[in-house]
Structures are given as structure tokens and as C-alpha cells.
């Protein structure tokens, strides 16, 4: 990404033992990695791996338990219930399980299954950074097909449709028509920020630098209050997306798509100010001890008044409006009347970082369990079901569902989401994804934590992750 204000996108119960696709409805595309070969399939040369059908085979009428796996936070169980509760209207025969596990753990524990070329999962809840991986390995079914006939592709921004299931993305994030499609919208998501009305006015913050000085303030006037809380974890891709999200809004980028260059491109002027700003200027106003602190920890703070302003995923803010773990007030209004929910500040920028997941299906499961996947996937991304969803509590990504009054009127930061859409800007969708993230946040976690000087953390960021790109030939 070249220009971010101009480019806004650059591309986040154990059951039955592994199911093994050794006869599958895709033994034809599977002899044909490059395309081609069956009914449904491809002829696209560039295609990678297994092709799935571009109609629907038969559903079984025999009770069938499809299952997901995703990581433990509450958008996970709303899955669950939500799907139980309306899919089972028209597939009664079909429970959903949803199978969890702690958000470090959720790379390896597909991937590793991925890797052994059997999962106890049907379809597999990816990050959009986690597709390249995925697809070039060979785990994920090509779905262009299925999509082409089944998807209302013109219902959605183009961008998250490329984002949640495109690979490889287009320089410019925009959806590429001949790109192939490997998955589809599960939940959208981005940042908000939390204020404290009672304490900074109703009005939030315009700038990213007001709200450093209104946080500042606020701390000074509310002993026992931190001015911020924000993630700073060296776990999955908390610390990492703090840094990008400042780092985009001063104007910088993580890189050079087109040359493949990371180094002089994160830790450039911009970026040298964008790791100042937060370890400088942020990390001075959060609380003592907060140096690993993810989701849940930040809303804690938020529930217990002990933070002027916040910032946190929308879809892991639902609980901040409950009053049995609250003690900003005994109802949800009385919250709301101290919490504000708000679109992030703008800088240099107005860019915000790209949250969500989509779904994808595994390329091991059988075939019964595929062809559910694909109905299931299907039935999901309907104008109605979508609405239905964001009614729920769920975050759409379709377009109709996203202006609808089911989706706007279920939260106080749902439109919060609806006006950061076209603001997004997602990280590298590259198959070396998992390691530049982890180098990321070591460095950036141990600048936050003063086991290391911000510059240095920044070029050991540019150094390494250049030597990942490089040392496995470039993108």
C-alpha cells in the first residue's frame, strides 16, 4: 500500500475423531490442482487446490453434526445458538457445534490439524491473514464456483468479500473478479472507542492527538482512573494491531505489497512516529500491570469505571452493557448513560484496522459434512438470515443487512461499524502471515513493557520480518 489515504486497504467441544476425505466429491479437482477436471470445477489455471461443486449436492436426511472452530469469545457461542435455533428450521436433521479454543492457541490448533491432512472441523473460522496459509497448503476448498452461482456477490462491499475470502488480494484490497474465492462473511468487525461521558463530555475526541490530551486530563482529574486502555499482549495479534492501527492512522504503512519490502517501509518516519506516539505518549496513561492485556482485561477496566477511554473490538464489547458485570450502573440505560461508543479519532488518516472472520471449508472433511457446509453457507449469507443475525447480535457483512434497522438498533456500536467500513485497512494476506505476526507483537509488546527501546523494537520488526519475506523467495 502506497498511499493510505488514497488506498485504504493493504491486505484475523472435541467430538468425532478426524474425518479423512480419502473418496470425496472432489477427487477429480484434487488430481488437478491447477483446475479443472470435474463437475463444478475450474479450468483457471491459477487455481489452487481442491475445487468445490458449484451446486449443492445432495443433503443427507440422516442426522449430521456440522462443525466449526473458532476461539473463545462470546461471538462464538452466539454462533451456536443462533444457527441451532434458525437453521434448524429448515435442516432439523442438523445440529452446529461450535468447538473453541483459547484465541493464542486458534493458528495452530487448525493448522496443525490442517497439516496432518485431517480435522475433527468442517469448516475452519479464518482470519483473513490466515487464507494465503491455508490455500497454498491446500486445506481450504476453492469455492469461486459455488459463490458465482449461489452468492449474491453485488450485496456486499467488494472489499469484504476480498477480505474474507479472496486470495491472493488485489494490490488495492478491492475484490479482483478473476481472483479465485476461497470463503465467505462470518462476522464483521473493527475497533471502537470507548469513552466515559460522565467524565470527558459527550462529545468524543476528533483527533488521535485530543484524545492522547483529553485522555491525559482525565487521569489527572480521576485519581484511580487510567487515562487509556488498550491491548498491549504478546498473544495472537493484540499488540500488533495496536501499533498498525496507530501506525496507519499517522499515515504509514506495514509495507511495500508490489516490492515485497518491509524495511524502511514500517520503521520510516511515519512509522518512528506511530511507535512514539504509542509507547511515548499512550502507554504512560494506562494502568500499572496492563502490559498483557487483551480483550477481556479491557473491558474489565471499562466495567469497573477504571478507564477514561478504551479501545476494543466491537464484537467483544457486547458484555460492557450487561449490568450483572457492570458497576457503571443497574441497567443497561443507566451504563449507557456513562459509556459512549465512537468511531476512532482521525489523524494523518482515517484508516481503522479490518477485524472479522470468515468461513472456509475444510478440504478433509467428507462429503456429506461439505455439502452441508455449502448449504449452511449458502442459507447464512441471505438478506434475511443476515438480518436476522445482526438482530442477534451478530455483525453482517452484507450491505442491505448492514443499513438495516435490525442490525443499527441492536447495539450502541453497531453504527459505530457500519461508518468504519469504508475506512478499513487489513495487515499481509501472505502465506508467511503467523510468523510476521509474531515477530510483530514480541517487539512491539516488549517496547510497550520497557524490555526494549521503541526504535530498536521497530527496526528488529522491519529486520526480521524482511528476512521471513526474503528468505522464503519473496510474496
Known amino acids: 500500500m502506497t498511499n493510505p489515504q488514497r488506498d485504504r486497504r493493504s491486505s484475523r467441544h472435541g467430538r468425532r475423531a478426524g474425518a479423512v476425505a480419502a473418496t470425496t466429491l472432489f477427487a477429480l479437482a484434487l488430481a ?88 475433527d472441523f468442517d469448516i475452519a473460522v479464518l482470519d483473513s491473514q490466515h487464507i494465503g496459509e491455508a490455500v497454498t497448503n491446500g486445506n481450504i476448498l476453492d469455492i469461486t464456483d459455488f459463490i ?28 479482483d473478479e478473476n481472483a479465485r474465492m476461497y470463503g465467505l462473511p462470518l462476522l464483521g468487525d473493527t475497533w471502537t472507542m470507548i469513552y466515559r461521558k460522565d467524565l ?44 498498525n492501527t496507530v501506525n496507519a492512522l499517522y499515515g504509514g504503512n506495514l509495507w511495500n505489497r508490489e516490492e515485497g519490502q518491509i524495511e524502511g517501509v514500517i520503521n520510516d518516519e511515519a512509522g518512528q512516529r506511530a511507535m512514539d506516539v504509542l509507547v511515548n505518549e499512550m502507554k504512560p496513561l494506562t494502568a500499572p500491570g496492563s502490559g498483557n492485556w487483551f480483550l477481556d482485561e479491557v473491558n474489565a477496566a471499562v ?33 449507557l448513560d456513562k459509556l459512549g461508543f465512537a468511531t476512532l479519532p482521525t489523524q494523518e488518516t482515517d484508516l481503522v484496522p479490518l477485524g472479522g472472520m470468515g468461513m472456509h471449508i475444510s478440504a478433509y472433511a467428507p462429503d456429506d459434512r461439505v455439502a452441508e457446509a455449502l448449504n449452511f ?36 456500536f453497531n453504527q459505530v461499524y ?23 507483537n514480541t517487539n512491539v509488546n516488549a517496547a510497550l513493557n520497557g524490555a526494549k527501546d521503541p526504535q530498536t523494537a521497530l527496526d528488529d520488526i522491519a529486520r526480521e520480518q524482511q528476512s521471513v519475506l526474503d528468505g522464503d523467495g519473496g510474496l
Not at 449461489?150 to 488485489?170: C, H, V
Not at 470527558?200 to 482525565?218: L, R, Y
Not at 469504508?422 to 510483530?440: G, T
Request: glycine fraction near 8%; hydrophobic fraction near 35%; proline fraction near 7%.
Open 32 to 119: 488437478a490442482c491447477g483446475g479443472g477436471g470435474g463437475e463444478g470445477s475450474t479450468d483457471d489455471a491459477d487455481a489452487e487446490g481442491p475445487v468445490a461443486p458449484a451446486t449443492i449436492p445432495e443433503l443427507t436426511d440422516e442426522p449430521l453434526e456440522l462443525s466449526f472452530i473458532w476461539f473463545e469469545w462470546p461471538p462464538a457461542q452466539l454462533l451456536e445458538d443462533f444457527a441451532n435455533a434458525e437453521y434448524s428450521k429448515e435442516r432439523p436433521n442438523v445440529t452446529i457445534t461450535v468447538n473453541t479454543v483459547p484465541n493464542a492457541n486458534w493458528h495452530d490448533a487448525m493448522f496443525t490439524q490442517f497439516a496432518a491432512r485431517q480435522t
Open 148 to 175: 458465482n452461482e449461489n452468492i449474491e456477490t453485488d450485496a456486499y462491499d467488494p472489499y469484504l468479500l476480498a477480505a474474507y475470502g479472496q486470495y491472493p488480494q488485489a494490490e488495492t484490497g478491492q475484490r
Open 377 to 412: 453457507m449458502r442459507w447464512f449469507e441471505q438478506e434475511d438470515i443476515q438480518k436476522k443475525w445482526a438482530a442477534a447480535g451478530g455483525v453482517p457483512s452484507r450491505t442491505d443487512a448492514l443499513e438495516s434497522a435490525e442490525f443499527l438498533e441492536a447495539g450502541p
Open 418 to 440: 457500519a461508518d468504519s467500513v469504508s475506512r478499513q485497512r487489513d495487515m499481509w494476506n501472505v502465506p508467511e502471515y503467523a510468523r510476521l505476526i509474531d515477530i510483530e
Open 303 to 335: 466495567a469497573q469505571g477504571s478507564a477514561c477511554i478504551a479501545f476494543n473490538w466491537i464484537a467483544a464489547s457486547g458484555g460492557l452493557l450487561d449490568p450483572a458485570q457492570s458497576t457503571l450502573g443497574d441497567t443497561r440505560e443507566e451504563i
Open 200 to 243: 470527558i463530555g459527550d462529545e468524543p475526541p476528533e483527533t488521535w492527538d485530543e484524545m492522547i490530551e483529553v485522555a491525559a486530563q482525565c487521569q489527572e482529574d480521576n485519581p484511580g482512573v487510567s487515562g487509556l486502555a488498550f491491548h498491549q499482549a504478546n498473544g495472537s495479534d493484540a499488540a500488533a494491531v495496536t501499533y
